[in-house]
């Protein structure tokens, strides 16, 4: 069982000729971030679950009619949402759910709810732009000045250009 | 929401008759991903045998197309 991830292209082709361990390698690179996903929304491990194994049966039974330029990721994304609606909407045909329902669907459909849907991802990741910011951020992170960290910084792509060109010199012997 | 408000909007939107703001609410709702389910690993990797379990049992591709058994000089080098 090789964990070793191979790109998603190459795994594809060999989907379209049976390769068993090719979908297996795809399954496992996706599953869980699909069933995560449908637990979230849906609220049920057992509804996640099953919303999983119909999307890779899906996936194996078309393998031989999958398109030439076909993004998976795209597919799954398309696919895992599909489903979560299905399953949405199946409980909701269920007697006896809508009270369970109710109060959950009230606060999530709610404005301010959906507004948040919208609002940039904030992470701990910052986009540094320049080597100045990167300086004065690592300073910052390190309680020291950004001057000091600047002459280390320098000190230390000082040594390793001596330390290269040392080796330069001790690799090609001149002639 | 009233549960059979929203049933309505998702037959709609299953069929593809939905009106624009409804897909878009819809839309939204699907991208909101707030709280967070955590498996431990060992729940997760026993899940995962599990799910394809249940994909091998259904279409039965083990059995059409079993593994190829590896060379031996392979097998020696997954060892190391």
């Known amino acids: 069982m090789s964990r070793i991830s191979t790109p998603d292209q190459s795994l594809i082709d060999r989907l379209g000729l049976d390769d068993t361990e090719a979908f297996e390698e795809l399954y496992r690179h996706y599953w869980h971030s699909l069933y995560r ?5 849906l609220q049920s491990p057992i509804d996640a679950k099953k919303i999983v194994r119909t999307i890779f049966i899906d996936l194996w039974e078309q393998r031989h ?5 076909f993004s998976l990721s795209q597919h799954l994304y398309a696919e895992v949402r599909k489903e979560v609606v299905k399953s949405l909407s199946e409980k909701l045909e269920e007697p006896g759910t809508h009270e369970i329902f109710e109060k959950r669907f009230e606060q999530e ?4 709810s959906l507004l948040a849907a919208r609002k940039p991802i904030s992470g701990k990741y910052t986009v540094i732009n320049t080597p100045s910011e ?6 910052g992170q390190n309680g020291l000045a950004a001057q000091t960290t600047l002459s280390t910084v320098k000190w230390l792509l000082q040594s390793f250009t001596n330390k290269l060109s040392l080796i330069n010199l001790l690799s090609y012997p001149k002639n | 929401m009233k549960s059979e408000i929203l049933h309505r909007k998702l037959q ?9 703001a409804e897909t878009r609410q819809i839309q939204t709702w699907l991208s909101c991903t707030s709280s967070e389910e955590q498996l431990t690993p060992e729940e997760r990797s026993l899940l995962e045998l599990e799910i394809l379990q249940e994909i091998q049992a259904y279409t039965a591709y083990p059995l059409f197309y079993p593994k190829k058994e ?3 000089w392979q097998k020696i080098t997954t060892l190391f």
Do not use: A, C, D, T
């Open chain 1, 109 to 112: 459909f709610s404005v301010e």
């Open chain 1, 65 to 69: 009619s999958l398109p030439v330029s």
């Open chain 1, 37 to 41: 996903y449908s637990v979230r929304k």
């Open chain 2, 12 to 20: 709609r939107y299953i069929n593809g008759e939905s009106h624009p």
């Open chain 1, 134 to 139: 990167l300086i004065r951020q690592q300073s």
């Open chain 2, 70 to 72: 590896k060379p031996w």
